[in-house]
């Protein structure tokens, strides 16, 4: 009988540790999580890295029975709102049943391809798709808000060959290339399915990772759309052809050259997805170095986009991998990887084929999934 008792008051002394959270568990509180509990907490490893709690919150549910397609791009601009460009026609008859004659369903229709939330999650503006004057590209992909608010978008299919320039509200502004096939990793005219853009304000010169038809970073003048200079990997002239993928020391970039960024010490940082690889060069086109994440990994590579820390010194790089689905967290300087956040999976935190990533004055991290995952999540910064 007292043995049994005995059990019973540590069975109960057990229950009760796990309803207060006192347990172990892989989601906890954390001392800067301004009083949130059981929270989802992840990222650096090592002591001062920054890490990360998921927001379910956000964004908030869409008006007008709106849902998205693949979220082919996000960006944050600087009043701190957050943009997203993403996939009308990828919906399945499932997801777009109030659409279809007759009806299969009450919900749901299309959104606007370009949406723009604030920090809450709530909805600001949106729009997009054909107009008069401009080619809208016929699969969206990348988005970027330039310093003066002017929005940029582009499109990676076969036909893509093309970026446009719009203003907040939508007006078109500018469009370079065309639609068409790839004219080669040379043209200084022609675009072939460009992948992400971002604008050097200073010299206002807007940098564009050309991208899946073409294997090479291009220049141009942001106000006029004149041709300024390009490169390929190592800075070199890049050539055309057919190159194995998933090699770190490859001559040629892979295909896409999914992602250019830049830094506030004037370095340009470009994805290499296929490579598994990140060079680095200045604005230039000089080649600096380069890190090689995951060389291992196969499928669709393990860089696909990347952002600089909100910090003044920009210390980390966080890089987005929608092969291994995790955001890793690198040491600029070094490169060394530090921790990550994120895994494979459905739930709130984890990813399937994170595409794009971008981040606040604060610290939030907001990322976009496409194939089936399409959505987008933020992250807080919570140390």
Partial sequence: MFSIQRILIVAGAISALWLTGCAQSPVHADSHDHGRVNERIEGATVAGGPRYAVDA???????????????AGIAVDKNDTIWMIHRPLTLTDDEKGSTLTPKRSKCCSAAPPVLQFDRAGNLLRSWGGKGAGFDWPA??????????????????????????????????LMQIGKPGKSQGSNSTTQLSRPAHMELDAAANELYVADGYGNRRVIVFDAATGAYKRHWGAYGKKPEDGKFPDYNPESQHFGMPVHCVRMTKDNLVYVCDRMNNRVQVFNKKGEFIKQFVYDAATQGSGSTWDLVPSEDAAQRYLLIADGTNNEVRIV???TGEKIGSFGRPGRQAGD??????????SEGSVYTSEVDTGKRAQRFRRVR
């Fill in 57 to 71: 919150t956000w964004p908030k549910p869409l008006p007008n029975n709106w849902i998205l397609g693949q979220v």
């Fill in 139 to 172: 699969n969206e992909h990348g988005i970027y808000v330039d310093p003066k608010g002017d929005v940029w978008v582009g499109g990676n299919a076969a036909e893509d060959g093309m970026l446009l320039k719009f203003t907040a509200d939508g007006k078109f």
């Fill in 331 to 333: 040491e600029r300087a």
């Fill in 351 to 360: 990813f399937h084929w994170v595409h794009n990533i971008a981040i606040d």
